[in-house]
């Protein structure tokens, strides 16, 4: 139906018959002759209907907004000072000899060619959301990622095997999303939080290297960069180490950003430990753009006598903390009082903090609320410490080391965000050494850091009952501009270690059995040693487009109630569908739903 896309329309076919499809994106009547402004994939050309063309014209005086059009005509070039450089087509345009009304359109709900579009109005109509070029661009930038990802892997002897989306309800730390057996009434298969098992399976059966691009369902509270369904590029091989892991992964970040963005990546990426990461910017995802680091101060207040700070110093899991913000000292009251409320989401009880106005004039140069409740000689120390500047200011966090890391971490984000501090583009850093076991404290209990199939280190094999707190996993996650793209482990390949694993999580042997039995059965078989991690697919094209959340880069996303406005999914289903299945809901489930 067409001969070029209308980004294939140039100079060089100046003269030539051609015949283009797409959407009138605007009309514009000039005192007899109209303009259209045809759209299509590729982008934009001028088409142009003169009143001598009688068809063609009463067709373009009768075209609207988003008509779909067949156009056909003599390519021409525009007339001097009529050139439009913004469009590759700008200096041609189209004199229609035909216009085709292929299909009519209703007044759209929002204009398509203007931003600050409610993003509800976006959802609920995606099929015109993505129609414009923005959108479009996101989807072709996420094409981009996974052939150029299939490509790497294809060569580095990968193979792409499918694992299951029906499957059995494991733990693995999110909520799963059940469905109900029809042929087996009362169970239920669990939509896969990851392929984990299966491509552990896979290493047991000679596989060697495997990867899937493959959609992950985990029934979590959602935000910006997390969806009920999301995509994963996951990679997995045998006789393996955590090296020979990262120098996979490596090179291949390091050709996509080349290939996608004609960036260039450090060679090699820098590493750091989960503690170091932790000591030094309370977060393990740190943005190495941010130049805002923690200082510790734990040992220095253990002996003052300003009891807020004392006693987080002598909590066994206590931390003080401070946050040096260099010129920060111009920071208004009401913007403290704004930070104070910030680290109040993450548990801090207050924000104390220091102005550092002359450093010549002692605790006189010192402006803070909590300066006549320190030693001069604590005060001076804390400066040495941070390396203060007359014109900074000092924020400190008090309380147990989980609260003071998230607090201050946060802090230092929103700090670099305020005060444009980031500097640099790319910033990958991979975190490594992690904790085994992170506790509980509602349920009292220790669970996964990562997941329960990633081996212990060799020397803490015996940490895992005497001291599971202490006790460091063979895993590490890649971090770009603080955000976490990927991440994985060396899984455990011996039943043994396993079994001290559940243990340590406190899921006993009968347990263990029944959850997990076809994979401890495996184990027994002459199990590989065998490692691997995966990409956030969502994620990554987000960040490598600039997107402000992942719902930009996936076609048809859910809202943060995990509800599609589209379909209008979850829905009801008729009774026959329940009873089929042996579900009965209780009285008043479902009645007071609203569209998600």
């Not at 109900?180 to 939509?191: M, V």
């Not at 850093?429 to 506790?439: E, L």
């Given at each position: 139906m067409r001969t070029h896309y209308c980004n294939g329309i140039h100079e060089g076919l100046i003269g030539q018959t051609v015949t283009l499809c797409g959407w009138a994106?605007?009309?514009?009547?000039h005192g007899g002759v109209i303009f259209i402004d045809l759209r299509d994939r590729e982008g934009l050309v001028q088409i142009v209907a003169d009143p001598d063309q009688v068809d063609a014209f009463a067709a373009a005086n009768e075209c609207r907004s988003?008509?779909?059009?067949?156009?056909?005509?003599?390519?021409?070039?525009?007339?001097?000072?009529?050139?439009?450089?913004?469009?590759h087509s700008g200096k041609v345009e189209l004199a229609a000899a035909r216009i085709s009304i292929l299909n009519r359109s209703e007044p759209v709900p929002f204009p398509l060619d203007e931003e600050d579009i409610a993003e509800n109005l976006r959802l609920k109509y995606r099929y015109l959301d993505l129609r414009r070029p923005e959108m479009l661009n996101r989807l072709r930038l996420r094409h981009q990622v996974t052939r150029f990802v299939r490509g790497y892997l294809d060569a580095a002897g990968f193979?792409?095997?499918e694992t299951p989306v029906l499957t059995r309800s494991t733990p693995?730390?999110?909520?799963?999303?059940?469905?109900?057996?029809?042929?087996?009434?009362?169970?239920?298969?669990?939509?896969?939080?990851?392929?984990?098992?299966?491509?552990?399976?896979?290493?047991?059966?000679?596989?060697?290297?495997?990867?899937?691009?493959?959609?992950?369902?985990?029934?979590?509270?959602l935000r910006a960069d997390r969806q009920p369904e999301f995509t994963q590029i996951d990679i997995e091989a045998s006789f393996v180490d955590e090296a020979a892991v990262m120098g996979i992964a490596e090179p291949m970040m390091r050709g996509l950003f080349a290939e996608v963005l004609g960036v260039r990546l450090p060679d090699p990426f820098p590493r750091m430990t989960y503690a170091d990461s932790?000591?030094?910017f309370g977060v393990d995802r740190p943005d190495l753009r941010n130049p805002l680091e923690l200082t510790e101060l734990t040992d220095?207040?253990?002996?003052?006598?300003?009891?807020?700070?004392?006693?987080?110093?002598?909590?066994?899991h206590g931390r003080v903390a401070c946050l040096r913000v260099p010129g920060g000292a111009q920071i208004s009251r009401a913007q403290i009082d704004a930070y104070t409320q910030f680290t109040a989401i993450y548990g801090a009880k207050g924000l104390a903090w220091i102005k550092v106005n002359a450093l010549d004039q002692g605790n006189e140069g010192l402006q803070s609320p909590i300066v006549k409740f320190l030693p001069e000689n604590v005060l001076r120390e804390i400066l040495r410490r941070c390396g203060a500047t007359a014109g900074d200011i000092l924020f400190f966090g008090a309380d147990t080391a989980k609260i003071v890391n998230e607090a201050l971490g946060n802090l230092r984000n929103r700090l670099a965000a305020d005060l444009g501090l980031l500097a640099?583009?790319?910033?990958?850093?991979?975190?490594?050494?992690?904790?085994?076991?992170?506790?509980?404290?509602?349920?009292?209990r220790w669970t996964s850091t990562h997941h329960p199939f990633t081996a212990p280190q060799t020397e803490h094999l015996e940490t895992l009952s005497q001291d599971p707190g202490n006790a460091l996993a063979r895993a590490y996650d890649l971090v770009l501009n603080g955000n976490e793209v990927g991440g994985g482990s060396i899984r455990i390949h011996q039943e043994t270690v396993q079994e001290k694993v559940f243990a340590a999580l406190g899921i006993g042997a009968k347990e263990a059995r029944d959850k997990f039995g076809f994979l401890l059965d495996a184990l027994h078989y002459g199990a590989p040693p065998h490692g691997g991690l995966a990409f956030g697919l969502d994620?990554?094209?987000?960040?490598?487009?600039?997107?402000?959340?992942?719902r930009d880069v996936i076609a048809f996303p859910k809202t943060q109630k995990a509800g599609c406005l589209l379909t209008e999914a979850p829905g009801t289903v008729a009774d026959r569908q329940l009873q089929e299945l042996g579900i009965r809901l209780r009285p008043g489930v479902g009645a007071d739903v609203q569209n998600p």
């Open positions: 994106q605007r009309r514009r009547d988003e008509f779909v059009l067949q156009v056909e005509g003599v390519l021409r070039a525009r007339p001097a000072g009529t050139e439009n450089p913004q469009m193979i792409d095997v693995e730390g999110a909520r799963d999303y059940l469905v109900p057996s029809r042929t087996q009434p009362g169970h239920f298969f669990a939509l896969p939080q990851s392929p984990q098992l299966f491509k552990q399976l896979l290493m047991v059966a000679g596989l060697d290297r495997y990867y899937q691009i493959t959609k992950c369902f985990r029934d979590e509270d932790m000591h030094r220095l207040m253990r002996a003052v006598d300003f009891k807020v700070f004392r006693e987080a110093a002598e909590r066994p640099g583009e790319w910033c990958p850093v991979w975190i490594t050494d992690f904790p085994m076991f992170d506790y509980d404290d509602k349920e009292e994620r990554l094209v987000m960040l490598l487009c600039g997107a402000e959340t992942i």
